[in-house]
């Protein structure tokens, strides 16, 4: 008998996308024991019928691995269950976007699972309202396998992550096709081996669940905000924006904020300026006797071409200096030269400390590099060259592990990125925590409380969280 094993990246697409419309993944059904299906377990996979030929009529064993999206690193995945000895619901993988294919495999589930419900809605009413670029899209298929609950469960550590890529090492040596978000394995071996190598926690005869997933619509309700209302949430500009925004309009909070980050003895009286962007540094804030710099990465790296090379990033560099450089045309009055041959100096002696600074590393380079250069750039041209600079990189809990840092927690690995200690936005929730007169103070702290979280969970509790609303659980 043969076998077919699958990989279903869930809770991500264009479909989902469309949150203005509501949309629900199908894959909600994955997670949850549907009633009036004879006591089995219903499981999404694919909705147009696109299945290799030769499996279009499988009747073997077929097993589904269901993993997730892992902080924006697209080949890392986050595993949420896996379902093994799965059957296909005959006829739901006739092939083509044809209204005539989709009705018939429409009919094809209804056939087999006419009445599957959770909650107090039918499945297919909890999808009725879905719709794709504008149109209806509720009636496709809404289930591709079946199974007994007895053959589904979840790792028993919910941050186990795997890497999913064509590179040695890999934990599945495959990519994972970005459009169809799943994947047919190729080599049943290793797979088989991922599989046993994780320790499995199995569906719950007791409670009639699937661990982690109790079909309760409260515990995956989203804390709304300002940043939810308009999306902007895990938006670093956003976010860079209202800290400086509350650090400003708080006397308080900055006193902490300083004290506790670096570790000085501000009495809260000296002048401070923040500045935001400046030459693309999140937060710079410059008091009189020190210098803090922020960089804010929440979904994003360091890495990024075009800093490699010690050419790229004295070109970079230099370029944040523009307003420097004279022009390439030479005054004719005397008085006029004068200052354009005080600029050009000027321009020359930036010129020199970048590349010393640049020279100083072989590479390659990131943009923690350029911007370190720069700070010490800003600093020779402020006359502050003796005041020290504290660099700090702010990262979610749940992207922490991307960067390799040492003991002290400052970044290794980059030139210059050992100068920025690594602090989490629960570093900074216990801080803004601390400090009741700030603006927006509800909103901003259950916004961190998303970032301080060790699992990038926002979006799959967002569907989940509909889902079951919508079947009135």
Not at 1 to 10: E, G
Not at 70 to 83: G, M, P, S, T
Not at 220 to 248: H, M, P, V
Not at 315 to 324: G, I, N, S, V
Request: with cysteine.
């Amino acid at each position: 008998m043969s076998k077919l094993n699958l990989v279903m990246n869930t809770f991500s697409g264009r479909y989902l996308g469309e949150r203005s419309n509501k949309n629900i993944g199908h894959e909600n059904i994955n997670f949850f024991m549907p009633s009036n299906t004879d006591g089995f377990y219903l499981l999404w996979f694919n909705c147009d019928g696109v299945f290799p030929v030769q499996y279009r009529a499988h009747d073997g064993e077929i097993n589904l691995l269901m993993v997730t999206n892992f902080a924006n690193e697209k080949d890392k995945f986050r595993v949420l269950a896996f379902a093994k000895n799965c059957h296909l619901i005959p006829g739901v993988t006739i092939p083509s976007q044809k209204p005539e294919s989709k009705n018939a495999r429409h009919t094809a589930f209804l056939s087999k699972f006419g009445n599957a419900q959770y909650g107090h809605e039918t499945l297919e009413n909890i999808f009725l309202d879905n719709t794709y670029q504008g149109n209806p899209d509720g009636d496709n298929t809404l289930a591709t396998f079946y199974t007994s609950p007895d053959n589904i469960s979840v790792p028993d550590d919910p941050n186990l992550t795997i890497q999913i890529r064509d590179v040695d090492g890999a934990d599945i040596k495959q990519n994972m096709a970005n459009e169809k978000m799943r994947m047919y394995i190729k080599d049943d071996d290793s797979f088989d081996a991922l599989i046993k190598s994780i320790n499995w926690i199995p569906f719950d005869r007791e409670h009639n669940i699937l661990p982690g997933f109790n079909p309760n619509s409260n515990d995956f309700k989203e804390n709304e905000t300002f940043f939810t209302a308009t999306r902007n949430e895990k938006d670093e500009l956003s976010l860079s924006n209202i800290i400086a925004y509350c650090l400003s309009n708080s006397s308080e909070l900055f006193r902490n904020f300083v004290n506790i980050l670096v570790g000085a003895n501000y009495n809260g009286n000296a002048e401070y300026n923040i500045q935001r962007e400046d030459k693309h540094v999140d937060l710079t804030i410059m008091l009189n006797d020190r210098t803090i710099i922020i960089e804010n990465k929440i979904d994003s790296t360091i890495v990024e071409k075009g800093y490699e090379t010690k050419e790229a990033l004295i070109e970079k560099t230099l370029r944040a200096f523009k307003d420097y450089k004279p022009s390439d045309k030479i005054p004719k009055r005397q008085n006029k030269r004068v200052e354009y041959n005080e600029k050009l100096a000027l321009y020359n002696e930036i010129k020199s400390k970048i590349n010393d600074l640049v020279d100083a590393h072989d590479g390659p380079f990131c943009q923690l590099s350029k911007y370190y250069i720069q700070s010490r750039v800003d600093a020779f041209l402020k006359d502050r060259e003796d005041i020290p600079i504290n660099y700090f990189f702010l990262v979610p809990n749940y992207t922490k592990s991307k960067f390799d840092t040492d003991k002290n927690n400052y970044l290794i690995g980059k030139p210059y990125s050992n100068n920025y200690k690594m602090i989490t936005y629960e570093d900074l929730y216990n801080i803004f925590s601390g400090v009741q007169n700030f603006p927006y103070r509800d909103d901003v702290l259950k916004e961190f409380e998303l970032l301080k979280s060790d699992v990038d969970n926002a979006d799959q509790n967002r569907q989940i969280y509909t889902f079951l609303k919508k079947a009135g659980l």
